[in-house]
Each structure stands twice: as structure tokens, then as C-alpha cells.
């Protein structure tokens, strides 16, 4: 019997705070009993004669396959459209285009540059859009990490992740916000021109105190990752920031994760883990390595028994699996 929860029917979810937390905890949970009747050889119809269009500006490996095999799992078809592809916001405003989709689709994804063009897509296309990243937020990314740490430790409670790097992009927002919401501790490590920006760790903050934890920001990454249990980053420059490459690396060599952070935490021996979102740099087999090495994340760290990136990376598919069902699936029909 699948964990439904009627009120995400029709959904959508541009950033965390579009869900209650009891919602997002459900959500995890749905997606873990997704992961576990998969295994067991069904493959249902529970998406059957929902289509998807998934509209992507911005590169994607994790995410776009996700959805493809997610829907295509329970019956469901979707359709890949970039930039060049559709009219979007070049021939036809981003509010035609909404109009349009949503009299064909039955729910869209974007991964996009704007946030504002995300919330738009949701505003007028009359179906359930889903952020798939934006310049701001990439939530989809944050159940899947926190089913892989419910997965490992076998709960989230009385956690710490300490998020090490770009303190203020994308996925270190919604992973703040996610942390506040299931009620895990974060920390954040990073140099202060990298810090969360203000009223997002305000929002979060208020969140996190509400589930009695809290969120800390240090600029010095020993300090701030000692009792942690999660160790995460990111790439130090998030698509549509290249130009920004060689000050980045400078202001971010103090923050990569390497066995002597992992040491600080003071939980070599006790519960540790490593996550990443992907794609990372960890060695010198990426046109942007080949010169300069592993950046974010050495080798020897994504490599050891406590990386549990793969996981994080298969889980994208049973977390996004989850959201599509929860929004769309006819459950009377099930
Ligand atoms: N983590 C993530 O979103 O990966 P992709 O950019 O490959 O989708
Ligand atoms: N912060 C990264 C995440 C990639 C999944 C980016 O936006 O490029």
C-alpha cells in the first residue's frame, strides 16, 4: 500500500517551502516505497497517459534521465524541449508558452536560469511544474539526498549535515531550507563572500527552530564540520557563473573536502557520510580538471566507503519518481 498524502494532488513545487514539512517527509518516504516495489520487479502504471514536458535551459545528466525513466517506469511519457527547440520566451512569451503546454501536458518540469520564469511556467500553465534547478533553488536534488541519509543512518534524527563551499548557491538554499524542514542540523561552511544570502537563512532559520534545531554559518570549515555526520558540497562554479572560475577556485581551496576534513568531524569511526550532488570535480578526467586537479572533493573522499554519491544519484530517480506520482497518479485508479 503506497503512503499517498491527497493533499500534494495536482501540486507544485518550486522550492521546499511549496510543501509542509509532514508533506516533504511523506514525500521521502513515498519515494523509499517506490524505490522498494521497483526492486521487486513491478513496474506499474500508476503515471499511465500522463505526459511530461521537461524544458531544459541548462545542461543535465542526473536530473534529465530521472524524469525520463521515472515516468517511463509507470507508464507515463515525456518529452525533452531546450531553448532552441520551442519558441520559449524568444518568439512566445514564457506566459504563451505556459498557456500552451499546459492545455497539451500534464505537468512540466524546468531547469532554467530564472527563478521568476519557474514560478510563471507554474502561474500560467494550469498544471503542476516542478523546479528541476534554477539559478536559486534546486529542490528535487534535496530529497534524494536526505532519503540517502535516512537510508544509511536509518533515520534523520539527531543529524548534522555540514554543507562545505558556495554557501549561497542553488542547492546549498534548498538544502538548508530541506535540513530545517526534517528537522536535521546544518551547518554551513564557507568564505563570507559566500555566504547564504540573508532572508533565505532567515526563512530557514525560522523553519529549523520550529523543528528544534538549528543553522550555523563558520568561515572556518574545521570548526564548522566538527560532530558532523554528512559531509556535502558542491562545484565551486554553478552553471551560468563561468566567468567566475579562477576567483572562485582562489577563494574556495581552504573548503575542499579532503581525509583530513572528513578527520575534523571527529566521526571516522562513527556515523559519516560524504554526498555530492554531481557532476564533481575529484580527479583530473574533466576538461576543467585536466590542468588544475580535483577541486571541490579529492579523489581519495569521493572514493572511500564513506561517498555515498551513487546512492544520492540513483535516489534522484525514485525522488523525482515520487513527486510525478504524488501530483499526477489517479489514485482511485490504483
Ligand atoms: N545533481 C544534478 O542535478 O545533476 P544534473 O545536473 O546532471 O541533472
Ligand atoms: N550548483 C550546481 C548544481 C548542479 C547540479 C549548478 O547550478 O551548476
Known sequence: MLNWMDSLRGRSMLRLKSFTDGE???LIDLAAQLKARRASGVRGDLLRRRNIALIFEKSSTRTRNSCVVAARDEGGGVEYLTRPDI????????KDTARVLGRIYDGILFRGFSQKVCEELAEYSGVPVWNG???DY??????ADLLTVKETFGSLEDCTVAYVGDGRNNVANSLMMGCAKCGVRYVCCCP?????????LAEASEVAARNGVDIRVFNDPAEGVRGANVLY????????EESKTAERIKLL?????????????GNLGGRLMFLHCLPAFHDANTEVTKEC????VTDEVFESKYSKVFDEAENRMHTIKALFVSALCDRAAV
Not at 558540497?233 to 551560468?240: F, H, L, P
Not at 581551496?253 to 568531524?265: G, K
Open 24 to 26: 516533504m517527509m511523506n
Open 87 to 94: 519558441h520559449f520566451g524568444k518568439k512566445e512569451s514564457v
Open 133 to 135: 534547478l534554477t539559478d
Open 138 to 143: 534546486h529542490p528535487t536534488q534535496i530529497f
Open 192 to 200: 563570507a563572500e559566500l555566504s547564504p544570502d540573508a532572508a533565505v
Open 233 to 240: 558540497t558542491d562545484v565551486w562554479v554553478s552553471m551560468g
Open 253 to 265: 581551496r581552504p573548503y575542499q573536502i579532503n581525509m583530513a576534513l572528513m578527520e575534523a568531524t
Open 293 to 296: 586537479g580535483a577541486l571541490e
